[in-house]
C-alpha cells in the first residue's frame, strides 16, 4: 500500500487549505485513516481520524471546530479540509492507515502505513 499525501502550502493566518491524500495498492473503503503532523522539534501528534465508512470522525481538541476531514472510496482518497489556519498549524501533515483491530484513533503507533508528508506553513 503506498500513500500520497499533496495539497501543503504557505498561508497566512485565517487562511484554509485542503490537503489530500491517495491510496493505492489496497482495499482503501476498508481502511480507518488518520491525519498526523509534526512541527520542528516536537513530536508527531494525532490531528483527525475517520472510520472506514466515513460515519464516525475524531479529532484533536486542537483543531475541532476548524479542521473537517472526509473521504471518497470511490478515489480512494481522504481528505483534511482546514480553515481558520493557526502559524501553530505549522507542520509536516502525514496521512496513514490504522491497523485494522487497534481500539483507539489516537495513538501514532496503531498506524502502520504512512504518506511521506506535505508541508503546512502558516504565517501570523
Known amino acids: 500500500v503506498q500513500l500520497q499525501a499533496s495539497g501543503g502550502g504557505a498561508v497566512q493566518a485565517g487562511g484554509s487549505l485542503r490537503l489530500s491524500c491517495v491510496a493505492s495498492?489496497?482495499?482503501?473503503?476498508?481502511?480507518?485513516m488518520g491525519w498526523f503532523r509534526q512541527a520542528p522539534g516536537k513530536e508527531r501528534e494525532f490531528v483527525s481520524a475517520?472510520?472506514?465508512?466515513?460515519?464516525?470522525?475524531y479529532y484533536a481538541d486542537s483543531v475541532k471546530g476548524r479542521f473537517t476531514i472526509s473521504r471518497d472510496n470511490a478515489k480512494n482518497t481522504v481528505y483534511l479540509q482546514m480553515s481558520s489556519l493557526k502559524p501553530g498549524d505549522t507542520a509536516v501533515y502525514y496521512c496513514?492507515?490504522?491497523?485494522?483491530?487497534?481500539?483507539?484513533?489516537?495513538?501514532?503507533?496503531?498506524?502502520?502505513?504512512w504518506g511521506q508528508g506535505t508541508q503546512v506553513t502558516v504565517s501570523s
Open positions: 496513514a492507515i490504522r491497523r485494522t483491530y487497534a481500539s483507539t484513533y489516537y495513538s501514532k503507533n496503531v498506524y502502520h502505513y
Open positions: 495498492g489496497g482495499a482503501f473503503s476498508s481502511y480507518h
Open positions: 475517520i472510520s472506514a465508512n466515513g460515519v464516525s470522525t
